[in-house]
């Protein structure tokens, strides 16, 4: 079946350190995946984007790779703040689909 | 900025009844979505529409309609409001890979 997994329990950081989310995805053949922050009652907000032909794509303090073959995406954030804090969904878009396939999401704490 | 506005934060219904949830987008965009959202299961699609009048189903549209008669607006209704369809719903509207979501509404069915 197809699946898109991402880590359920909270990653749990100190301030200034880098946080690392881990998107992983079986059975499908993504044209690009995509990361989304999301805060408590509020919408997700689309951060970044990248295809299946690159393999990292960077955004200020952002960073995300993209293995096709290890069928993974992590998602960097350097020199984390308290205002990082959210949740981070990635989601996967098919060539073929209007769909865009979204993981259930990483909580994110930053402690100052 | 993209601006998708849903009619309602938070709604409160009785089982049986009718339930409209409304959204709006702002600017022009072809491809709307309704999604809604529980723990630990994520964001899944109910219903898409790609045009006026043209939608498809998701992968849970099962108890739900929608309707799409003017572009900038896209309508989910409960036909039969119940209890596990308490939910958050979200609205989105896609301009190239990117959705635009609104704030959501927070559905409780009673």
């Known amino acids: 079946s197809q699946k898109i997994e991402q880590n359920s329990e909270a990653l749990n950081i100190q301030e200034g350190k880098t946080a690392t989310l881990t998107c992983n995805y079986t059975n499908y053949s993504p044209a690009y995946l995509q990361w989304y922050r999301q805060d408590p009652g509020r919408g997700p907000v689309f951060l970044l984007l990248?295809?299946?032909?690159?393999k990292e794509k960077r955004k200020e303090r952002l960073k995300v790779t993209f293995d096709t073959t290890l069928k993974q995406s992590l998602f960097h954030i350097t020199a984390s703040q308290p205002a990082d804090s959210a949740t981070y969904l990635c989601?996967?878009?098919?060539?073929?689909?209007?769909?865009?396939?979204f993981g259930s999401g990483t909580r994110l704490l930053v402690r100052p | 900025d993209v601006k998708v506005t849903q009619s309602s934060r938070y709604l409160v219904k009785r089982t049986g009844e009718k339930v409209f949830l409304e959204c709006v987008q702002d600017m022009d965009h072809e491809n709307m979505f309704w999604y809604r959202q529980d723990p630990g299961l994520g964001l899944r699609l109910i219903y898409f529409?790609?045009?006026?009048?043209?939608?498809e189903k998701g992968d849970i549209p099962e108890g739900y309609s929608v309707s799409r008669e003017k572009k900038e607006r896209f309508s989910l209704i409960l036909e039969s409001a119940s209890t596990n369809q308490t939910s958050m719903y979200l609205c989105?509207?896609?301009?190239?890979?990117?959705?635009?979501f609104g704030s959501g509404t927070q559905l409780s069915v009673l």
């Open positions: 989601a996967l878009w098919m060539d073929s689909s209007y769909k865009l396939i």
């Open positions: 989105a509207s896609r301009s190239y890979e990117k959705l635009f």
């Open positions: 529409s790609y045009d006026v009048k043209m939608k």
């Open positions: 990248i295809r299946e032909n690159e």
